[in-house]
């Protein structure tokens, strides 16, 4: 019997099983959430470490409930109501102990602090509010009200058929209210971005950049403890370092794999390929400001200049299906009839002479120095792009730059051609338009096109205001006509999204919108 439980006690398969390791390819920008846009972000934080008051649940394709455990919306569309769950906790940590449960005031501060500039908190986030700007919603939310205690009520100025689902992403993430103000108190408000504290199902522990990112689980949340005592983030740029930390049991779960990766590990006895179809595109944006890119005669030259074949073999190997346009060919209202650009040397080079550019003209490509799902490759894209735009005498000098600054100076509109990708957080179609085409996300940063037009912006709007799905797929097959003839960006693919994970991992599901959930996670 002794012997029996000492040889439980000294498993290496049971002493790890408390610990959740993820290879990650890069360090989050930080943890508040709502300053920044990056997956990688919304990954280490929102998704373990803070909740919304609605999920967008990928396999049933429908908002569900989270910190809400209910809702009512009026007949005009304009009220939203919704009842709070009771008794859920926010973290207990060695920097912050809570004084109370998640109530009415936290949701009301967690909406203010991004729509109302004369709350105190509103001037603190140093990077500003971009997806709550890029998808307009202080001119949209009239006013986030406490009804009573689990009671909160949002008033809108117009009706917004995304508005529900927009709720789900994760810069709609709840905040203590009274950690803000303990904070706020001492002087310390850049503590939230360094020190979190959210209602989810891992708490926050350390973070080491570009080296690891540590959480314990909590005890006290609301869906349940975690069958893991510890999650941690190695982070891990190289995605064969990645490979080969998950075969040594270093990791049990690899994000990002490159495609040659996956095809390994199908191969392998000791590993898993987790894998769906992404609600996500990878492009390369087209910086519209910067002359001569603010010619569409220049960005469609550029467009046909590029040979797309080529590119899906040599970066994604045959892993993606070629993009013609804005959405995955599953969205509700794509455009099908709508070609992308064929390759034609000839016409592109006649375009450029059209617009004064006979002999080419010199610019930049930007990339990251890792890859990631939505560029496996960097290096090789951007040389293969480099080539093909050679081919009609655009100079094209490569750049690389780490994420986080590629992606602070590309908000900024810094870039020229800029190898980017946008995962959708939910399925609404409006979740790639006003985020990347909306005079408004200009402003924010999230329009790495940086193109507003007055046309384009209205069928935008149009399409969020009406309920019907037909009337809002025709608004949306038009938006797609002018992006498609401004050639705003060069679509490039539609990834499979795919994890691998060591055979013991259990529930763990790939999100096709890039989403995390280590909740539910076996070993």
């Known amino acids: 019997m002794r012997l029996a439980l000492l040889a439980l006690l000294l498993s290496p398969a049971l002493a790890s099983a408390a610990s959740l390791s993820v290879c990650t390819e890069a360090s989050p920008e930080g943890f508040d959430v709502v300053q920044y846009n990056s997956l990688t972000t919304t990954n280490a934080s929102a998704d373990v470490l803070m909740n919304r008051l609605v999920d967008f649940d990928a396999a049933r394709g429908e908002v569900v ?24 906790a926010f973290h207990h940590t060695d920097y912050f102990k809570p004084s109370r449960a998640l109530g009415a005031d936290d949701v009301v501060f967690s909406f203010q602090r991004m729509l109302d500039p004369a709350q105190p908190w509103h001037k603190v986030a140093q990077s500003g509010f971009p997806h709550a700007q890029s998808m307009q919603l202080p001119s949209l939310v009239k006013a986030v009200e406490k009804v009573d205690e689990h009671h909160v009520r949002f008033s809108l100025n117009h009706p917004d058929a995304t508005f529900l689902a927009m709720l789900s992403m994760g810069f709609a993430s709840i905040y203590s209210a009274e950690y803000a103000d303990h ?26 950049k570009d080296a690891v990112v540590r959480y314990f689980a909590n005890a006290e949340y609301f869906g349940g403890k975690p069958a893991v005592d510890n999650l941690v983030f190695a982070i891990t740029p190289d995605a064969s370092v990645r490979l080969q930390k998950l075969k040594r049991g270093e990791c049990q779960i690899a994000l990002s794999p490159k495609p040659l990766d996956v095809e390994a590990a199908q191969k392998s006895a000791e590993l898993k390929v987790e894998q769906t179809p992404a609600f996500m595109t990878a492009f390369v944006g087209i910086n519209s400001q910067h002359p001569p890119l603010d010619n569409p005669k220049v960005r469609q030259a550029i467009n046909l200049a590029f040979d797309k074949g080529s590119y899906l073999k040599s970066v994604f190997a045959g892993s993606a299906t070629a993009a013609d346009g804005v959405y995955p060919p599953n969205t509700w209202s794509y455009a099908k009839d709508i070609p992308g650009y064929p390759r034609d040397l000839d016409k592109a080079r006649a375009l450029l002479a059209e617009a004064g550019h006979k002999d080419g003209f010199k610019t930049t490509i930007w990339t990251r120095p890792s890859g990631s799902l939505l560029n496996p490759n960097p290096s090789v894209g951007a040389q293969l792009l480099q080539a093909d735009l050679a081919q009609i005498g655009i100079q094209a000098e490569i750049r690389v730059i780490e994420w986080g600054e590629l992606i602070r100076r590309a908000k900024a509109g810094e870039h020229d051609l800029l190898f980017m990708g946008w995962a959708g957080d939910n399925g609404d179609p409006d979740n790639f338009l006003t985020p990347q085409f909306s005079c408004a996300s200009v402003k924010s940063g999230l329009n790495f096109a940086r193109y507003c037009d007055e046309k384009l912006d209205g069928l935008i709007s149009q399409g969020k205001a009406v309920a019907d799905q037909a009337k809002r797929s025709e608004l949306y097959h038009q938006a797609q006509q002018i992006i498609h003839d401004q050639a705003l960006w060069l679509p490039l693919a539609h990834p499979t999204a795919s994890a691998l994970t060591r055979q013991n991992v259990k529930g763990y599901v790939v999100n096709p919108f890039g989403r995390q959930d280590y909740s539910k996670v076996q070993l």
């Open 183 to 208: 904070l706020m108190k001492a002087g310390t408000p850049e503590k939230l971005n360094a020190q979190p504290i959210g209602t989810g199902p891992f708490v926050f522990k350390r973070f080491q």
């Open 65 to 88: 409930p989270s910190l809400a455990e209910s809702w009512k919306v009026s007949d005009d569309g304009l009220t939203y109501d919704f009842q709070l769950r009771d008794g859920v």
